[in-house]
């Protein structure tokens, strides 16, 4: 036997397809490496606009350096943004044919909408890259502006897809066929709103943690100048917002989980049976059928889960075991979502309260510590965010319609298809990490517009460099 | 006309600009890859730098558009061809991803040893792209991708349709780019390297016309069905392409690089329209019509009100970044710079 085959014998389910573990593992792997520079895509250009036009309005020397080298870096962040964003479209025919050959029709309208905010964007980002000194300075900066406008009407499109997994509507199953097919009311769901909201303000998050973070580095080693500190502040106002209005967005769409999900918000909550008032379960873990090592507090996780200290949340034994999501997982996953998401609206309240006393943190080693780890943990929040929603609809790709199992590929291929994407994704991110913090070297040292090393001008230097 | 075809040829739309302007950013990995050493093909790698700079992400967005035009407009055949052709698509995936990643991260490259590595990579996986999605375009128009899906792994597309389909998709990309950056050349004023590119793309399109035209003869017999309706309706089509194909050889042979570039373009254009007029009206040949592909009819409205949002505001928007970047403020900029 082959490797494929011996790999999918050992994996896989008996009665599952072939295709469906490396399926899985590879969307994840692609959907997890590129939300990412997503999250830069839908929340850096409006930062961008923040300093480009402090830097033109106020005739800020700082603010317009910081809008020239976040320009580059969104030059790089963008490109492998696209690409992956493109695996992602191969992906769906070639990982679930079975959800793609059924329901396009369905849920594929909201997608031709995203294709139209992604032109924009990349039509407005080309211009903008290139656009400096080569366009009035007013001109170029409102080119910004309909990349910031894309990014929240492709996050809502996109989104849009998702929030029909979870709650499908729009088409009747008639004898086995899709029918009474409404793709309006499909990507108008009744969930696309309160989860478009949620990831939108992710995105903010997490672009607003990282950057912050980056500059909150440069100060920790020494470099205290204007340059650092705005380049502190203004993502890190956004992410101040973001991150206390993310906890009440976060909540109202958890209200709606138990609505609409209960085997999902059980397999949060770890509720293996119903209980009234159900308790908050702190960690965790599920082995056979027992509850280990979690933290219980009464009454509390009513009030989480169902806004009131005595509705119950249904447990998982009120669920067809066949029907139920792998519950370790998406507990785990969304406790850290939850608690990291917790962590840094009370972080940014603390600093922003210090501020109003007349205290400034940026001057304590503890905080700016503390500011370069918040970027890591927001991107950490929001992965576990999306693995908590993706894993708790399991085993449905479509809620209650569709299963995972017959959507995936009947491929055993797919094993060679995880392991190409496992190469180029490490190939990818250590080339861009290389040149980023390249980048970042040159600009320390004094260089600001990098040239190319091929070009005629830098061919010496390049040359002696080489040697 | 009915509801289907409309979108189809929507969607064909966007396959053909994928073809002309998408193809001619891969086209430029040609030219990159035979540029020469660092020292010598540093002025023709920085032309392609400034030249498809500007454009190549909004230009990949056509493909985004043809494949969400598709599994939306007509879902079944979509999932019957990535069922069918994963291997070619996949390869096509890789060198899309290591193009655009490896050209933004040459760009701005520290030292010309991770220049070089990454303009290997960029130049190597512009050459992947065009080929492989040509073999797929051959696959499904010589009838080899069952309306089920999962059709055969390697035959699908390793068949005479499909290597020639990938050449010339190969050879007019890199064609097209010859045209383009020969104009941008002389435009910014490198008259050296005009007359090098020009020679070179005067052979490309020696090169593309004869694997063109060769192409029918396997065609023949490997896809009657395709190659009936090609050396029939579409054959005016082949004809226009010829003779705009000879036109662009004379305008580059006499220097009219600007007018070349509209000849070379109008010579790719007709090789793609006569695929497209050939293969009409399946969507899958030989295996699913058009009005049989074709998903909810509310669906194709809504696809319709996508496109005419696609022709009001990306049409212009992209007519305003071409502008520019042919504009002569753009180009002295490059030249001072």
Known sequence: ?467 | MSLAVIVAIAMFAGILLYALFGGADFGSGFFDLTAGGSERGGELRVLIDHSIGPVWEANHVWLIYILVIWWTGFPETFAAATTTLTLPLALALVGIVLRGASFAFRKYSATLAQARLFGAVFAGSSLITPFFLGAAAGAVASGRVPAQGNGDQLGSWLNPTSLFGGLIAVGTCAFLAGAFLTADASRSRHDALAEVLRIRTIGVGIATGIVVFAALIPIRNDSPTLSDRLLGPAAPLIVISAAAGLATLVMLHRRSYSSARFAAVAAVASVVIGWGVAQYPWMLVDEVRIADAAGAPATLAGLLVVVALAVVLVVPALGYLFWLTQSDRWTDAEHAA
């Open chain 1, 1 to 467: 036997m082959d490797f494929t085959g011996v790999v999918s014998q050992l994996m896989a389910a008996s009665d599952a397809p072939p295709g469906l573990l490396p399926a899985r593992e590879q969307m994840a792997l692609s959907l997890g490496w590129h939300i990412i520079l997503a999250c830069f895509g839908v929340a850096f250009p409006t930062m961008i606009y923040v300093v480009h036009r402090r830097g033109i309005v106020r005739d800020d020397p700082v603010a317009l350096g910081l809008a020239k080298r976040w320009a580059k870096i969104s030059a790089v962040l963008f490109a492998i943004g696209a690409v992956s964003g493109t695996v992602l479209s191969f992906e769906m025919g070639i990982l679930w044919p079975g959800l793609m050959g059924r329901f396009g029709d369905v849920l594929g309208l909201p997608f031709a909408f995203e294709g139209l905010s992604f032109f924009i964007e990349a039509i407005f980002l080309g211009i903008y890259l290139y656009g400096w000194d080569r366009m009035p300075a007013r001109l170029h900066l409102a080119m910004l502006i309909p990349m910031a406008a894309a990014g929240v009407f492709g996050t809502f499109f996109v989104v849009s897809v998702n929030a029909w997994m979870n709650n499908p509507t729009g088409f009747r199953i008639v004898d086995g066929e899709v029918t009474d097919v409404n793709p309006w009311q499909a990507m108008f769901n009744d969930g696309v709103w309160l989860q478009f909201a949620h990831m939108w303000v992710a995105a903010f998050m997490v672009v607003g943690f990282v950057v912050s973070g980056v500059y909150a580095a440069g100060m920790l080693r020494g470099r205290v100048d204007a340059h650092h500190r705005l380049g502190f502040t203004v993502p890190f106002v956004f992410a101040t917002v973001a991150a206390l209005v993310q906890p009440l967005i976060g909540h109202v769409l958890g209200l709606r989980v138990g609505n609409t999900q209960p085997a999902k918000l059980a397999a949060f909550e770890l509720a293996t049976t119903t209980e009234q008032p159900a308790p908050l379960r702190l960690g965790g873990v599920l082995i056979d059928g027992k509850v280990y090592g979690a933290i219980d507090i009464p009454m509390i996780g009513s009030l989480i889960a169902r806004n009131s200290f005595d509705k119950p949340v249904p447990g998982l034994d009120t669920i067809p075991v066949a029907d139920q999501p792998p519950v370790n997982i998406t507990h785990l996953a969304f406790q850290s979502m939850v608690g990291i998401g917790t962590l840094l609206a009370v972080a940014v309240v603390v600093f922003w309260l210090a501020r109003w006393r007349g205290h400034d943190l940026l001057s304590k080693r503890w905080f700016l510590r503390g500011a370069v780890i918040a970027g890591p943990l927001a991107i950490i929040a929001m992965e576990a965010g999306w693995i908590a929603t993706e894993v708790g609809r399991q085993p449905w790709i479509v809620w209650q319609v569709l299963r995972t199992s017959d959507a995936a590929s009947q491929s055993a291929g797919l094993w060679w298809s995880l392991a190409a994407a496992v190469v180029v994704y490490v190939g990818m991110t250590i080339g861009a990490t290389v040149v980023l913090r390249s980048m970042a070297r040159r600009w320390r040292a004094g260089e600001e517009d990098l040239p190319t090393p091929y070009g005629p001008r830098s061919a010496p230097v390049d040359e002696a460099a080489g040697r």
